[in-house]
């Protein structure tokens, strides 16, 4: 089960709150299931329907990972006015099987709501994910 780190995870709503109305993305980053490193990623859509990460600047980051000993765990991004659910376009644009990708959506701003699916091969499967809070292992 996916495990985000509490300080982690608020990075990430702030983010997404931080780009609305556009769509935010980004990737968390952790070891042995628990996401602890948050990285914003550009959106090159700048679009509040649909996102898109430069792949120069993943390259940079995901090479930043593996020198800190660290996996991607998650790629995040945002929905401004639909539910926490991967568009098609999402669909067709998971090529990572093995990781999970989170969905915040900001369609209630008073109430963010975060989801994480595996998407492989088309499929879509919601996975269950816990916020651990800082002090704790
Ligand atoms: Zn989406």
Do not use: W
Not at 8 to 22: L, S
Not at 55 to 71: A, L, S
Not at 76 to 102: G, I, N, T
């Amino acid at each position: 089960m996916l495990r985000i780190r509490e300080g982690c995870y608020q990075f990430m709503i702030q983010d997404a709150f931080r780009r609305f109305p556009n769509e935010a993305c980004g990737i968390l980053a952790g070891k042995d299931g628990l996401a602890r490193t948050f990285f914003a990623m550009k959106n090159t859509d700048e679009s509040p329907l649909s996102y898109l990460m430069d792949p120069k600047e993943q390259f940079h980051v995901m090479k930043h990972i593996r020198e800190g000993n660290e996996e991607m765990l998650a790629i995040y991004h945002s929905h401004v006015a639909s539910p926490a659910y991967p568009s098609s376009k999402d669909v067709q644009l998971a090529f990572y099987p093995d990781v999970y990708y989170v969905l915040i959506s900001l369609q209630d701003r008073s109430r963010p709501v975060a989801k994480a699916y595996r998407i492989q091969e088309g499929h879509v499967r919601e996975e269950p994910f816990k916020v651990i809070p800082e002090e704790s292992r």
